[in-house]
């Protein structure tokens, strides 16, 4: 098979898996400063009387899932900033200390989003096994690419090595200058 048509057809086969890893990526690199995977259905204000500080602990937190009516998975817990927060898979509650009220948050999952998302976070064998062959095709998509045009200024030998170069370089200086 030529390297032409050995790039047109990977490329035709991958073209909605290339797509949805550009998005999730864009996405998974901003999640820092907000849950792509996570939309708000629902925000209510709850009052609630805490205990000392000192008692506000994973048992109390279970307790307290329980007093407001939260059935989902606890991640964690921690007082900061005057508050008392609470983590859960589909929730996220906070409660001022001095006010004794706050704010419970309950996400709903974003849909096509989320799961477009969990392509960057599976761990499954068969998906791992699925994600190499995918870099070993982009890789060949790159390699017949570069090699498609044998000859002339636009040639990967006249002038595509050295954009190829330039291409590598940058991901190497971010990687040795954030490390």
């Known amino acids: 098979m030529k390297a032409r048509a050995l790039h047109r057809d990977l490329g035709y086969l991958y073209i909605g898996l290339i797509i949805s890893f550009a998005l999730s990526g864009i996405l ?9 995977e996570k939309f708000t259905v629902e925000k209510y204000s709850v009052a609630v009387i805490l205990p000392p500080k000192e ?3 994973d048992t109390y937190a279970k307790e307290l899932s329980k007093l407001l009516m939260i059935d989902d998975v606890l991640k964690y817990n921690e007082v900061k900033d005057g508050k008392f927060n609470l983590y859960y898979n589909n929730h996220n509650v906070s409660i001022n200390l001095n006010k004794h009220s706050g704010e419970v948050i309950h996400f709903y999952k974003t849909p096509l989003i ?10 499954s064998n068969w998906w791992i096994y699925y994600g190499d062959i995918f870099g070993l095709s982009l ?6 690419g570069a090699i498609m045009i044998p000859s ?3 040639s990967f030998k006249n002038r595509g090595w050295k954009l190829a170069a330039l291409g590598l370089l940058f991901p190497l200086a971010v990687l ?3 490390t």
Request: hydrophobic fraction near 40%; proline fraction near 3%; avoid cysteine.
């Open 139 to 144: 890789i060949t998509i790159a390699i017949t």
């Open 28 to 36: 998974m690199n901003h999640r820092d400063y907000w849950e792509p």
């Open 55 to 57: 008692k506000l602990n």
């Open 176 to 178: 040795f200058l954030l």
């Open 114 to 123: 989320s799961q477009m998302m969990q392509l960057h976070k599976s761990t």
């Open 152 to 154: 002339g200024k636009f």
